[in-house]
Each structure stands twice: as C-alpha cells, then as structure tokens.
C-alpha cells in the first residue's frame, strides 16, 4: 500500500503545524472560493475559456488582480470580485495557486 | 492529490487509526451528507479531497444522477438538452472514494447520531451534512395541494422530469397562446431565475409562435434581481411579448381551466407555470432542527453547523440566509466548502477557522447568446456572526453581451467539475 509513507509523514507535518498557526488551511480555504469557476486547485476545465490558475507565479497574479481592482485590466466580472477580497486575502490565494500543479 | 478505490476506502481507515493520524491534519470519522446537489457534492468531495481520504463520507441522494437547475431554462427555452444539464456521480465514486447511496433519507436522530433510510435500515454519523435545497408550501395554493394538480400545472422548479414536462407543454401550445409565470414572495431559490425563464420562453415564442404572450405574475412589489438588465431586455427584444405585473401573488389556482387566482383578479393561462413558496427540504423539519419563521434554518457562520443541534451542519438553499445572500447554486457550492473546512477542523479538534469567505456569481441568459451577471462577496463579520456583503465590491454587468454567454457556459463546466469531476 503505497499510501503508508505520505500517511506517517503528513502525521508529522499536521503535528508540527498545529502550534504555530491559528489555522494553517486559510490560503486553501480562499483559493477554493475561486475554484466554482477556475477549476478544483485552479485546474480549469479545458476547453472551458477559465483562466486556469494551478502552478501561476505568484507575482504575475498578484499583479492581475491588483489590475483588476484599480480598473487597468478590463474585465466581465473580476474588477467586481476582486474588490471582496484583502490585499492579504489575495497574497494567500496567490501562494496557494503558485504552489498547485 | 491522493486517489483511491473504493476497496482501498476500509483499509485506510484502519490505516488511520493504526497510525493515530489520518491525512488532512488529524480529521478521521465518518461523515453522512444528505443530497447530492450543489451543496452535498462538493462537500461531499472537498472532505474526501482535503483530509487525504482520512474522513469517510457517505453521500445519499434519491436521484441516479445530478440534473443541473442552472442552463435548465435554456432546456425549457429549447435551445439545450437534459443531457447537457446532467452529470454523473461516477467520479464521486470511483476518484474521490465517496461512498454514493441512492436512497431518501426518512428521519435524523441527531441524539444517537444516526439517520433513517427509506429503504430501510440505519446508518450513523460523526458529522451529518444536509443540503436537502427546498419544497414546495402546496398547502399555500389550494388548488394546487395534489398530485394531479401538480402534473398539470408545474413548477419547473427543480431541474428533471418537470423541466421536461414543461417544455412539452409549451411546444404543443398553440400560437397566439398565453404562458404565465407565478414568482413566489422572496426569499425563493434563484432570484433571477424566473426572469431569466420568462426571456427563454419569449424567445422561443418569437421564434415558433410569434403571436404567443408571456405574463409575469411577480407576488414580489418589484423584479428581484438584475431589474435594469432584464426590463431593457424585455422593451428591446421581447417589446409586445412580455407583460410583467408587480404584486401579482397567486392565492389559489382553478385547475380545469389553468387559471391563477390572485386576490382582487384572475388570469387564465394556455401554460401555467406556478413556483409555490418554498422552505428548508422536509428533512430539515423533520430532524426536529431550529428553523427561522418555520421555513429556513438557522446556521452558525463559522461551521454552517445547526445553531441548535450539534453535529448537523446545513448548507445550500436551506438556510436562513445572510443579508443579501441568494439562494443558488453556486453559493451553496461555497457553503460546502465552508462546511468541509470547519468539519475537517472540528473532527481533528480544532476551531473552525474564524475568518470565513463566500462569493456568489450568477449568469442570466435574455436570450440563447446574451447573459448578464450578478456577483458579490461576503466576509464573516465577528460582531454579528454572520457573514456580510463586502461594501464596493460586486455589481452587475454593464449591459447584456455574448461575451458572457460564452463564459456562462464555461461556469456551468467548471463547477460541474468542481463538484463531481
């Protein structure tokens, strides 16, 4: 059963995390309210015309979004949802995405 | 991310207990949801997918596959298919490990922590989550309180056999006919869904049956989302086709003759097309949780958890809404997330996380190629305990475009997948 040693070793990691971080899933949890339409993990459907978001520097999407809420990047609908959100809130879904493959 | 088959879904749950830890930061147990719409699928998912497989989830639906309410207009309208609005529990299954029961759930006993199946027998839960949408008051429409009634004038309020049937009645509707749309008094699921249904149905007629009419009967003083958008379309393109009456409730309906009884009038309709107010699913009642005015349920905001009976969180169209929250299926899919997230927290013995998100998008289609959107945010607000629409954010589209009839399509595609792909 392959499923073993990451098994043991998230036991460690989740051990290792409770401590320090009131709760260490916030980027998880913001990044999955932009998945309705980017796709689970920011996989978006192919095909679909979504920007997929998984595995987007983190810089490069910090910028978009920074332009969607100032109105320098034209949009249907993100210079509306992009305001929602904190500048902090937006760094957390930017890492998290980054991060995904 | 971790994949499993079904014969792998005991072994690590025996797994987990060995090595006193499961995936996903320490949550195990079992979890039961109840529906497999837009909310209970993507909890259901997100549980399987965010605890590694470290939780079980048993996700009990009636129906054998899901049938989407959202682009079930254009179905009606003609311009799609069932098949394009129908999406199978397969990868629920076979990816994301969820054990899918198709059955009803009959009764809750949130004391010994178990439900009633319809067709027999009890399961038991750790968590339980319902997303059981809504039914139907009949009992505030008389005429319409049995089931024969109900074959003959429809709602078309859930997506399946009366989206068909509704179709129907309104192809072998002869030109020159009239079809009536009845909106209940807000709150009901999708607001702006019954606009949306009335521009379809003018299209279809402008198309086919040209001297056809479309009436809105709105029990509602006003049109309730998207006003602007949707009465420029009505003058635009459907100017001669759509009559739209404000304060309009239907008080009772005369079944022989299709007419809608309102309090000083009545109207009598070729097709008529009633949406009775509607409240929590029955289940919600029946588990004997708090329910806001009798009809919705009331929520904690950090783990959509009952705010009277632990272990059964609610999600979806369900609830007692926060302020200017809609009853749709993309926020319930938000609330599932919500949910999965407090749950995985709350099985491992933690705090849900303090500071919760929800966002709404929702797409109207005027016509087949024409949509206009409305979008918001919401941030928990610690003062009052629920979740607040952030100020300056969200809006509407400027104007009808083709544009975002593409990317509707293109929502409807991904948080399908999102849910159950």
């Known amino acids: ?101 | 991310m971790m994949l499993m088959k079904r014969r792998d879904f005991l072994k690590v749950g025996a797994m987990a207990s060995l090595y006193g830890c499961a995936g996903g930061g320490g949550a195990r147990g079992h979890v039961v949801v109840v529906g497999g719409g837009y909310g209970g699928a993507t909890v259901a998912k997100y549980l399987r997918m965010w605890s590694e497989g470290g939780v079980q989830v048993t996700l009990i639906e009636r129906n054998p596959t899901f049938v989407s309410c959202p682009i079930s207009n254009l179905v009606i309208g003609g311009t799609k298919t069932m098949e394009d609005i129908t999406v199978s529990y397969d990868n629920l299954k076979s990816k994301w490990g969820v054990r899918v029961v198709q059955d009803d759930v009959v009764g809750v006993d949130s004391a010994k922590r178990t439900v009633k199946l319809a067709k027999g027998g009890e399961m038991s839960y750790d968590r339980l989550v319902l997303s059981p949408g809504v039914d139907f008051m009949f009992g505030e429409i008389p005429g319409l309180n049995n089931a024969a009634a109900q074959d003959k004038i429809l709602h078309a309020w859930k997506a399946g056999a009366q989206t068909v049937a509704l179709r129907k009645q309104l192809e072998a509707m002869k030109d020159g006919g009239t079809y009536a749309i009845a909106i209940p008094k807000a709150p009901y699921r999708c607001p702006p869904g019954p606009y949306e249904r009335a521009c379809l149905v003018a299209n279809y007629f402008k198309k086919a049956k040209p001297k056809s009419k479309v009436i809105i009967l709105d029990a509602n003083e006003d049109v309730q989302s998207k006003k602007p958008l949707f009465t420029k379309a009505w003058a635009d393109l459907y100017k001669g086709i759509i009559e739209y009456r404000n304060n309009s409730e239907v008080k009772d309906v005369e079944v022989a003759t299709n007419t809608a009884v309102l309090e000083f009038d009545k109207f009598k309709a070729d097709v008529l097309n009633v949406i009775p107010p509607h409240r929590a699913g029955d289940i919600a009642a029946k588990s004997g949780i708090k329910l806001v005015n009798n009809r919705w349920v009331d929520i904690n905001w950090l783990s959509m958890e009952s705010t009277s009976t632990p272990g059964i969180h609610v999600i979806g169209d369900a609830i007692f809404p926060a302020p200017t929250m809609p009853k749709s299926g993309h926020m319930a899919n938000q609330h599932g997330k919500l949910a999965a997230a407090a749950i995985l927290n709350l099985l491992a013995g933690q705090e849900p996380n303090p500071e919760p998100v929800v966002m709404n998008t929702c797409y109207s289609f005027v016509d087949e190629k024409n949509v206009i959107h409305v979008a918001s945010v919401h941030q928990y607000d610690a003062a009052t305990k629920v979740v607040q629409p952030v100020k300056g954010a969200g809006g509407v589209s400027a104007a009808r475009n083709e544009l975002e009839g593409k990317v509707a399509m293109g929502w409807a595609k991904n948080i399908w997948a999102d849910m159950l792909a």
Not at chain 1, 90 to 96: E, H, V
Request: hydrophobic residues 40%.
């Open chain 1, 1 to 101: 059963m392959k499923l073993l040693a990451p098994l043991a070793a998230l036991c460690l990691l989740a051990t290792a995390s409770v401590s320090h971080a009131a709760d260490p899933n916030l980027g998880r949890n913001l990044a999955a309210t932009c998945a309705n339409c980017h796709g689970t993990n920011g996989n978006a459907v192919k095909g679909s015309g979504m920007d997929p978001l998984a595995g987007m520097e983190k810089a490069k999407m910090l910028q978009k979004l920074a332009d969607f809420k100032s109105g320098d990047k034209p949009a249907s609908i993100m210079h509306q949802i992009s305001k929602g959100y904190t500048d902090g809130q937006l760094d957390l879904i930017a890492t998290y995405y980054a991060a995904q493959k």
